[in-house]
């Protein structure tokens, strides 16, 4: 079935370990983004790539990093983790930057 | 910059009330504007959309138009189910930048 495949589906981490969650698209969509959802605050943009090749930070880019080395992968690299990274990740794609999102499962990151 | 606004929940409906969700926006140029409805666990799935001023989108018996004068995009439904409890978030989509969503408003229906 297409779509969005995030991985894990959850996980607890130690504050200052180094974790990388992955997100893959068959949809060949060009553009991919990475948001996080908190009680209150609703998603937040942390970082987003209109093409492969090419990334952008969001709203939230501080503490994460990405990169986009093809157009299905996404990984969003968290260098070192701290409690306020608590959160559920959700990965998104479009067919390009002007059209509606398909949304990944999320992943649950705790830290502790 | 773009915002969404949306009414705070949680919402407490009985089934086959009238369901109605406010959202409005603040946006230069012209967005699109959607809905998107998250089941508990799951991702965020999209619910209708609409693309420019005056259009109406519709799905699974919700609908929304497009009010330009008024900045909104108010959802409603005239017959809620138990299995319409949800989370529900207003978007925009301003050309070229990635969505913007509201902080959205819990649905809960009860029977």
């Known amino acids: 079935i297409a779509g969005i495949t995030q991985a894990p589906t959850s996980q607890i981490l130690a504050a200052g370990r180094r974790m990388t969650l992955r997100c893959t698209q068959d949809?060949?969509?060009?553009?991919m983004y990475w948001y996080r959802q908190d009680l209150g605050l609703g998603l937040r943009l942390i970082h987003y790539?209109?093409?492969?090749?090419?990334?952008g930070k969001g709203e939230v880019p501080d503490g994460y990093s990405v990169s986009r080395a093809n157009t299905d992968d996404f990984p969003l690299t968290l260098a070192s983790a701290v409690p306020s990274q608590t959160s559920v990740y959700f990965c998104a794609s479009s067919i390009d930057p002007n059209t509606e999102a398909f949304f990944g499962q999320g992943t649950r990151l705790t830290v502790v | 910059g773009d915002s969404v606004t949306q009414m705070e929940g949680p919402v407490t409906l009985s089934e086959e009330a009238f369901l109605t969700i406010n959202c409005t926006y603040t946006a230069t140029g012209y967005p699109s504007l959607f809905w998107y409805v998250q089941y508990p666990g799951e991702g965020l799935q999209l619910l209708l959309k609409?693309?420019?001023?005056?259009d109406k989108g519709s799905n699974k018996g919700f609908e929304a138009t497009y009010r330009k004068e008024t900045t909104s995009f108010h959802l409603e439904k005239g017959s809620v189910q138990v299995s319409d409890s949800a989370v529900y978030f207003c978007a925009l989509r301003n050309s070229g930048y990635a969505l913007n969503f509201g902080k959205g408003t819990s649905l809960l229906v009860t029977p």
């Open positions: 949809m060949r969509h060009n553009a």
């Open positions: 609409a693309t420019k001023a005056d």
């Open positions: 790539s209109n093409t492969a090749g090419t990334t």
